[in-house]
């Protein structure tokens, strides 16, 4: 059975900056996703007639 | 008005050779010369898309504008729904200087003013921030659309549309009289604020949106008298560099007299009472005194067509119109600052 996990061979690695910048990037776009849902959910219970 | 239409196209500065134009949209040709090509952009350079500086105004005015609407402190929208609607101004301000930063990097690497913006320095590709401005652009309006309504939610998207499409792919290229039209885009945020309060468009905002649409174009005038080579150098048709210095300084008197006679009508309304007219005596009377030294001096004259003599009245000019701008920024905060603590502690006075 072919084994195919270990291709390709040969492949770019990314530098440590760049796995710095890449890993603030995505901690900031999940607190910005998470940081969106909870406005929108407060928004929609602040509009609920009391 | 005659208005002379100068085309300039994306070609007049094609020839500049930028890192951002040597990279297209390619991240690996923005990042470090070895790794995986991934890039370098942190969330900081993400959030100096968005202009804080001129979103701190916006921010503001906006403020005011929720503050002065009727019933803003009477809960018809309530604490947490107008920090909300504060923040989608914001955000879609924010997301409009992305997208404006994405259609002018072809331009902006060659301006002082303007090359150490996160494209020209090479750290994000255009591509970038036109997504990342598209992405902030919807979910400014949803979001707004949620906590407030729809009146506000189209006005902020309109807002958007306005300083993309209107102004920077069609005015600014165009037409010196770019940012008269263009400067309405900055003029919406109090009038989108107001209308997340009452869901409407009334006497009181437009009057608030016709104050900073005429504070606009002297302020913008005033910077561009002193720096017109760099307008100039990428063939943005300012006034200055299309009419002339002269004609320049003549319509910045001019609309600093239209502006102080705009910054009446609140009396007029009552939006605004004693303390608003004193306060505002000062500070558009101060504000007409800096725009008629500007009009008197030789500001955004070429010293070269000058001899020794005049040299230092141009340089003494170009300090008249450097306070002149700097002045329009404290005078428009305070202006709504003063606006808004009449109306809120001393109405009917």
């Known amino acids: 059975m072919a084994e195919y996990r270990k291709e390709p061979t040969e492949f770019a690695e990314p530098t440590r900056e760049e796995i710095r910048a890449r890993t603030g990037r995505n901690i900031a776009i999940a607190l910005g996703l998470f940081f969106f849902l909870i406005l929108i959910a407060v928004s929609i219970v602040l509009r609920q007639p009391a | ?349």
């Open chain 2, 1 to 349: 008005m005659a208005v002379t239409r100068v085309t300039i196209t994306r070609s007049v500065v094609s020839s500049l050779n930028t890192q951002q134009e040597a990279a297209g949209d390619n991240p690996a040709a923005f990042s470090a010369p070895t790794g995986a090509g991934l890039s370098l952009a942190g969330p900081g350079d993400y959030f100096a898309l968005m202009k804080p500086r001129v979103m701190s105004l916006v921010i503001f005015t906006a403020i005011c504008g929720l503050l002065l609407a009727p019933g803003s402190l009477s809960g018809s929208i309530g604490f947490g729904s107008a920090l909300i609607s504060i923040f989608c101004i914001a955000l879609g301000a924010g997301a409009s200087g992305a997208l404006n930063m994405w259609y002018d990097s072809d331009i902006d690497g060659a301006m002082a003013r303007t090359s150490q913006r996160p494209i020209p320095r090479g750290v994000l590709t255009p591509r970038a921030a036109l997504g990342f401005g598209f992405v902030m652009s919807v979910a400014a309006v949803w979001l707004l659309l949620v906590a407030s309504n729809w009146v506000a939610a189209s006005l902020l998207a309109f807002t958007i549309f306005f300083y993309l499409v209107i102004y920077t792919m069609w005015l600014k290229r165009s037409t010196p009289q770019n940012i008269v039209i263009g400067g309405a885009a900055g003029a919406f945020p109090p009038m989108v604020a107001y209308a997340a309060v009452t869901g409407t468009i009334t006497l009181d905002s437009l009057v608030l949106f016709l104050i900073i649409f005429f504070w606009t174009p002297p302020h913008f005038w005033a910077l561009a008298l002193y720096k017109q080579t760099d307008y100039g150098r990428v063939g943005i048709p300012m006034l200055p560099n299309v009419k002339g210095a002269p004609r320049t300084r003549t319509e910045i008197i001019i609309y600093s007299v239209l502006l102080f006679g705009l910054t009446q009508l609140p009396l007029l309304t009552g939006l605004g009472g004693i303390v608003y007219g004193i306060g505002n005596l000062l500070l558009s009377g101060t504000f007409l005194v800096l725009a008629w030294r500007v009009f008197r001096s030789r500001a955004g004259d070429k010293p070269a067509e000058t001899d020794s003599d005049t040299l230092y009245a141009v340089r003494n000019g170009n300090q008249a119109a450097r306070n002149l701008f700097l002045y329009s920024i404290l005078y428009l905060f305070a202006l709504f600052a003063v606006l808004t603590v009449d109306h809120l502690f001393f109405a009917g006075v």
